[in-house]
């Protein structure tokens, strides 16, 4: 069995890397939260009357 030489397992390993980095980052932009009108409703502030 050949052994492959330092430079061809560098070009493997950023070769993956890369792969790796470009799936990461599409996962993460490609995720888009969608919110009930049951959490926007629990979002609402409330009316506070301050009395000194």
Do not use: G, R
């Amino acid at each position: 069995m050949p052994q492959m030489s330092p430079l061809l397992w560098l070009n493997l390993y950023f070769f993956f890397f890369l792969v790796f980095m470009l799936f990461t980052v599409m996962s993460y932009f490609t995720y888009s939260p969608s919110m009930k009108e049951q959490e926007m409703a629990k979002l609402e502030t409330q009316q506070m009357v301050w009395k000194w």
